[in-house]
């Protein structure tokens, strides 16, 4: 069974620096990794996604995600942190099996960017 | 192009009634989903409808009922809600042409049922 953790419900960071959202995976073939961004009182929106290639994968508002084969992890990034990034994140994953497979959310990791 | 669109955006009930959750897609994705989110439990994913004319449990199907009425349109149905249904859901889309496709969000139903 495919599962994906985020292992911290919130994460503090002040403005103007780098932050870190954790996500490890645990899927039986080849991973399909997404992270998507729910603001407050909002569906959730999507960020980027790792198929396969360059292990740094860039996506929308300027972050970016770092795939790790070895230590099974995909941890969202940005250089430095804007308030405005202040939301829900999760981090999302399927396998690569032929056929429908759904996709396995996180439980969520709500980043706080303090001014 | 309006994308994921659901109705109601709030909605209140009392053990016992029944409603339809109504969701809608402009974008001609095959492919639906609906989830609930509770807190400290992610998304859940309770049924989906990967085309046009198919429909398929998720994880926590027990009391609910879909139907893809279109290839645009995807309904969920409480029939008789409980408590326990109290949560936000959310509807998708997805293209559905390959395995790696972006699902797309509605902004959400709050049901409260009391």
């Known amino acids: 069974a495919q599962s994906v953790a985020q292992p911290e419900d919130q994460v503090n960071v002040a403005e103007g620096n780098p932050l870190t959202v954790k996500c490890t995976y645990s899927v039986s073939g080849n991973p399909y990794l997404f992270w998507y961004v729910q603001y407050p009182n909002r569906g959730l929106q999507f960020l980027l996604k790792y198929i396969t290639g360059d292990n740094l994968v860039k996506g929308s508002y300027g972050f970016e995600a770092e795939f790790n084969k070895s230590q099974t992890s995909f941890h969202l990034k940005k250089p430095s942190a804007l308030v405005s990034d202040s939301a829900l994140y999760f981090c999302a994953g399927r396998d690569d099996q032929r056929g429908y497979q759904k996709v396995t959310f996180g439980t969520g990791t709500k980043l706080q960017v303090i001014p | 192009n309006a994308g994921v669109t659901q109705t109601p955006k709030f909605q209140v009930l009392k053990t016992g009634q029944s409603m339809t959750l109504q969701c809608a897609q402009d974008?001609?994705?095959?492919?639906m989903y609906w989830y609930r989110q509770d807190p400290g439990m992610g998304l859940r994913l309770i049924y989906y409808s990967a085309s046009e004319g198919t429909t398929d449990k998720g994880e926590v199907p027990n009391g609910y009922n879909v139907s893809r009425l279109n290839k645009r349109e995807f309904s969920l149905r409480l029939e008789s809600a409980a408590p326990s249904q109290t949560s936000v859901y959310f509807c998708?889309?997805?293209?559905?042409?390959?395995?790696?496709?972006?699902?797309?969000f509605g902004p959400g139903t709050r049901l409260t049922v009391l």
């Open positions: 998708a889309s997805s293209s559905g042409a390959t395995s790696t496709d972006t699902q797309y």
């Open positions: 974008m001609n994705h095959n492919s």
